[in-house]
């Protein structure tokens, strides 16, 4: 009697988990969709966003990239005290810096090309004449010093850049110096992720079309939302029935090890 009451058991037990495996295998997860998504562009499209043009050079599941190019992109350099910037080949040391009239100098790097000694504080060039032997005060061996003289808003021209170049600010350590030029940059795309093109944020959501990667972007922020929930209330759902079908399980084997026991009468 004892075995047949628990033959009953295990039998309820296990029909309760397969109902519920028959449940797990028969549900179908929600999916994430837009209905009508601001814009949908796959790999390798161009596509105009509040007036600028996008490259959309990668789309992939989950991930993707845009390039546009800032045509008037702002580019500086800063000089401090002492650095060397060259002119047509020529070194030149940045020098006399003064911020309350925005001013500073260029000044040529003289370089001897003979020994040189010091005296007295004073730097001397050795003169070779035979066997005469001259010393001769620097300054006065060096031909005239160049040099330039800048303020804020000259324009600067240099070795290594191209580009009109102006003289921003100057200030008692550094002098910068800044130019425009064409600049690519670089957007990131993640899905539900939010990333701003132009002046607004859109969501990006990746689905399929044809076969091929599809980026979807929205400012509809709940429509894509309300289908997370979704997916998450069905994962909850679906947990919950793999629970019974273990717990269901366990009990019907432990109904088994139970009915088998010996008697102690």
């Given at each position: 009697m004892q075995r047949r009451a628990a033959a009953v058991s295990v039998a309820l037990f296990l029909l309760l988990a397969a109902g519920s495996y028959t449940l797990i295998g028969a549900a179908q997860q929600p999916a994430v969709s837009l209905e009508d998504p601001d814009y949908a562009v796959s790999q390798g499209e161009e596509r105009t966003?509040?007036?600028?043009?996008?490259?959309?050079?990668?789309?992939?599941?989950?991930?993707?990239?845009?390039?546009?190019?800032?045509?008037?992109?702002?580019?500086t350099e800063t000089w401090a005290e002492n650095d060397t910037v060259a002119i047509d080949g020529q070194n030149f040391s940045v020098a006399g810096l003064n911020e309350s009239e925005g001013v500073f100098e260029l000044r040529e790097v003289q370089e001897v090309d003979r020994p040189t000694v010091e005296q007295n504080g004073t730097t001397y060039v050795v003169v070779e004449d035979g066997e005469n032997r001259t010393l001769v005060p620097r300054e006065n061996?060096?031909?005239?010093?160049?040099?330039?003289?800048?303020?804020?808003?000259?324009?600067?021209?240099?070795?290594?850049?191209?580009?009109?170049?102006?003289?921003?600010?100057?200030?008692?350590?550094?002098?910068?110096?800044?130019?425009?030029?064409?600049?690519?940059?670089?957007?990131?795309?993640?899905?539900?992720?939010?990333?701003?093109?132009?002046?607004?944020?859109?969501l990006a959501h990746f689905g399929t079309a044809d076969g091929q990667a599809v980026l979807e972007l929205t400012t509809d922020y709940e429509d894509y939302h309300s289908d997370v929930a979704a997916q998450e209330q069905f994962h909850e759902r679906t947990n919950g029935l793999w629970g019974i079908v273990i717990l269901a399980s366990m009990a019907a084997a432990l109904v088994v090890m139970l009915a088998f026991l010996p008697s102690r009468y």
């Amino acid at each position: 009697m004892q075995r047949r009451a628990a033959a009953v058991s295990v039998a309820l037990f296990l029909l309760l988990a397969a109902g519920s495996y028959t449940l797990i295998g028969a549900a179908q997860q929600p999916a994430v969709s837009l209905e009508d998504p601001d814009y949908a562009v796959s790999q390798g499209e161009e596509r105009t966003i509040a007036g600028t043009s996008y490259n959309f050079s990668s789309v992939s599941d989950g991930s993707g990239t845009a390039t546009w190019v800032n045509e008037s992109a702002r580019y500086t350099e800063t000089w401090a005290e002492n650095d060397t910037v060259a002119i047509d080949g020529q070194n030149f040391s940045v020098a006399g810096l003064n911020e309350s009239e925005g001013v500073f100098e260029l000044r040529e790097v003289q370089e001897v090309d003979r020994p040189t000694v010091e005296q007295n504080g004073t730097t001397y060039v050795v003169v070779e004449d035979g066997e005469n032997r001259t010393l001769v005060p620097r300054e006065n061996y060096l031909p005239e010093q160049t040099v330039f003289e800048y303020q804020v808003g000259d324009t600067v021209d240099y070795d290594g850049n191209e580009n009109e170049t102006v003289v921003a600010s100057v200030t008692g350590d550094e002098v910068t110096v800044e130019w425009f030029a064409p600049d690519t940059i670089e957007l990131e795309f993640g899905e539900g992720e939010n990333t701003t093109v132009g002046d607004t944020p859109y969501l990006a959501h990746f689905g399929t079309a044809d076969g091929q990667a599809v980026l979807e972007l929205t400012t509809d922020y709940e429509d894509y939302h309300s289908d997370v929930a979704a997916q998450e209330q069905f994962h909850e759902r679906t947990n919950g029935l793999w629970g019974i079908v273990i717990l269901a399980s366990m009990a019907a084997a432990l109904v088994v090890m139970l009915a088998f026991l010996p008697s102690r009468y």
